[in-house]
C-alpha cells in the first residue's frame, strides 16, 4: 500500500510525500511565483512557521 504523508517543513512549504520520498513541495508563504509550488522564494521573504507532521489516510 502506497504511504502518503504531509510534511510541514520549518519556515518552509508543506512536502507531499509518497513512499518517503518528497512527491511535491507547495508553498505555504504566498511568495512563490510557482503557485502552488514552492519556488524557493520563501527563503527571500523571511518566512516564519512551525514544523508539523499531518498523517493523511489513503
Ligand atoms: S513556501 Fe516556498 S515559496 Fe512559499
Redesign the pocket.
Known amino acids: 500500500m502506497t504511504k502518503v504523508e504531509i510534511q510541514v517543513a520549518e519556515n518552509?512549504?508543506n512536502l507531499v510525500m509518497v513512499d518517503g520520498k518528497v512527491a511535491a513541495?507547495l508553498?505555504?508563504?504566498?511568495?512563490?511565483s510557482k503557485k502552488p509550488y514552492?519556488?524557493?522564494?520563501?527563503?527571500a521573504?523571511g518566512?516564519k512557521a512551525d514544523v508539523a507532521n499531518i498523517p493523511v489516510v489513503s
Open positions: 518552509g512549504p513541495a508553498c505555504r508563504c504566498g511568495h512563490s514552492c519556488d524557493g522564494a520563501h527563503r521573504a518566512f
